[in-house]
């Protein structure tokens, strides 16, 4: 195991950096400051945050075993402005991630960034931007430019290991009462294991895609809320989404859920001309999904269906739920698990995700699922996982910030090559890929002023 000094260095030199800033703006919420100056100091805030992520996989998906370790400590200094003339302001995050180990194919867990197939550590301001707001809680408008978090914003969402991914652009939210408005207009990327900011591309990497739009509208009433979201990759693909949950206040005390989902996948001209060793599916990809969630006692449960259809000719297709390569995509459908995604072409699943309440502090539970209905030149094929978890938060003191998770467990799945499962010699069965995982995560957060 060797830890990269210069990255250490690095973070502890801007940590050290930090502290006359913090003695500075506490200094500046005793005295008098100008007063077109005062909200902007004066509600600055600087949080740090630690996050240790250990992942391994041995999986057979491909064809060939692969032993997939990787292990780094992440560290994000999220700065928060307050707003100058009560409009403008300014957020910005510093990411930096060590490289603790790692086995020879760490690529395949995205926590430490592939140099060339070594694994390093890395450095990046992830976000930067820009902020401007009228109105108030009720009734607003905000603007942000630059590099910034689009978490589930219209089609598009980030990704997190050991720090999270972000987005280049123009993003805007409106509303009023009970309607939310959001849009987004994107160019770049950078993802969770790199410091590189890159184009989108498509699947075959052949294209360069200049851009992703992208929109939501919500209507949220107490017991109700319906969103469509709309979202396009320049000439490459359209995903078009609905989400209807129903929450009622008669059940608050069991926080009960319902939620029906639908989403729809067009591609568009780059999408149909590449060959279906790369796309997932040939024109139109559909995914249908409804999940209830509750709680009774220590108990919470959350019971999930879906059903997907992807036609892919000569392969078997899946539903795609990211725009582009180099983007993350909206999908909240318990057919995202943790060991497989269950998108597959005519491809049907039930899960049921159970969790305990051991005290007020500690949870364990599983996250099962099973899939089937999928075929391949006649042959059916299934796969599914149970995976085990266990969650310490503490609630008092100085460790209330803290959280710690551990989880593991089998799958099971198909292993493919290009779209394509592999069939036994006989060709009447799909060749097993017996997958097990562990993952260990702690995180802890605290804010310097």
Same mark, same amino acid.
Not at 33 to 53: G, K, M
Not at 116 to 131: C, D, L, S, V
Not at 223 to 246: C, N, T, V
Not at 296 to 309: L, P
């Given at each position: ?19 006359? !800033?913090? %003695? ?5 919420? =005793? ?14 805030? !600087? ?8 992942? =391994? ?18 560290? $994000? ?23 603790? %180990? ?33 109105? +108030?809680? +009720?009734?607003?408008? @905000? ?28 993003? %805007? ?25 890159? @184009? ?25 809320? #319906? !969103? ?5 990759? @320049? ?43 790369? &796309? ?6 559909? @995914? ?7 709680? %009774? ?12 259809? #992807? ?7 899946? /539903? ?10 909206? /999908? ?8 497989? +995604? ?25 996250? $099962? ?5 999928? &075929? ?9 996982? $149970? ?26 799945? /198909?292993?493919? &090559? ?5 069939? =036994?010699?006989?060709? +009447? ?21």
């Amino acid at each position: 195991m060797r830890i990269n000094t210069l990255h250490k260095l690095s973070v502890a030199l801007l940590t050290s950096a930090l502290l006359p !800033l913090s %003695a500075y703006a506490e200094s500046q919420k =005793n005295d008098t400051t100008p007063e077109f100056l005062a909200d902007f100091v004066n509600n600055s805030q !600087l949080d740090f945050s630690l996050r240790n992520v250990f992942k =391994n996989l041995n999986t057979s998906d491909y064809g060939e075993r692969s032993v997939q370790t990787a292990w780094g400590q992440g560290f $994000t200094l999220d700065y928060r402005s307050g707003y100058l003339a009560d409009m403008i302001g300014v957020d910005a995050s510093y990411y930096s991630v060590l490289k603790l %180990a790692n086995s020879d194919e760490f690529y395949g867990r995205s926590v430490l960034y592939n140099d060339n197939g070594e694994a390093k550590g890395f450095n990046k301001m992830g976000q930067i931007y820009g902020k401007f707001r009228l109105g +108030d809680d +009720d009734t607003y408008f @905000h603007l942000y430019s630059g590099w910034k978090e689009l978490r589930k914003w219209g089609a598009l969402n980030i990704s997190t290991r050991a720090i999270p991914s972000s987005y280049l652009g123009w993003s %805007a939210e409106a509303g009023t009462g009970p309607l939310r408005l959001r849009g987004a207009y994107v160019t770049r990327y950078t993802d969770r294991d790199s410091p590189e900011k890159v @184009h989108f591309r498509s699947a075959d990497r052949k294209r360069q895609i200049s851009n992703i739009s992208t929109a939501d509208v919500k209507y949220q009433l107490q017991d109700y809320s #319906a !969103l469509y979201f709309w979202g396009e990759s @320049h000439d490459y693909m359209r995903r078009q989404g609905l989400e209807l949950e129903w929450k009622p206040s008669t059940m608050a005390g069991n926080k009960l859920r319902v939620t029906s989902l639908f989403y729809l996948n067009q591609g568009l001209d780059n999408w149909t001309e590449m060959s279906t060793s790369h &796309k997932t599916f040939n024109k139109n990809a559909y @995914h249908y999904a409804l999940m209830a969630q509750w709680q %009774a006692d220590r108990w919470k449960h959350k019971v999930g269906a879906s059903y997907t259809v #992807a036609k892919l000719d000569d392969g078997l297709g899946r /539903f795609e739920w990211h725009l582009a390569k180099n983007s993350r995509g909206t /999908f909240n459908s318990m057919a995202d698990s943790w060991g497989n +995604d269950y998108v597959g072409h005519k491809e049907k699943m039930i899960a049921w995700t159970p969790g305990y309440a051991v005290t007020p502090e500690i949870e364990v539970g599983a996250v $099962t699922n099973y899939g089937w209905g999928m &075929k391949y030149k006649g042959v059916s094929i299934d796969r599914g996982e $149970t995976l085990l978890y266990t969650r310490w938060a503490p609630v008092d003191g100085k460790l209330k910030n803290l959280s710690v998770q551990l989880s593991g467990g089998p799958s099971w799945n /198909f292993q493919s &090559k290009r779209n394509k499962p592999i069939l =036994n010699e006989s060709q +009447d069965k799909a060749l097993l890929a017996q997958n097990h995982s562990i993952e260990l995560q702690i995180d802890y957060k605290f804010k310097i002023f």
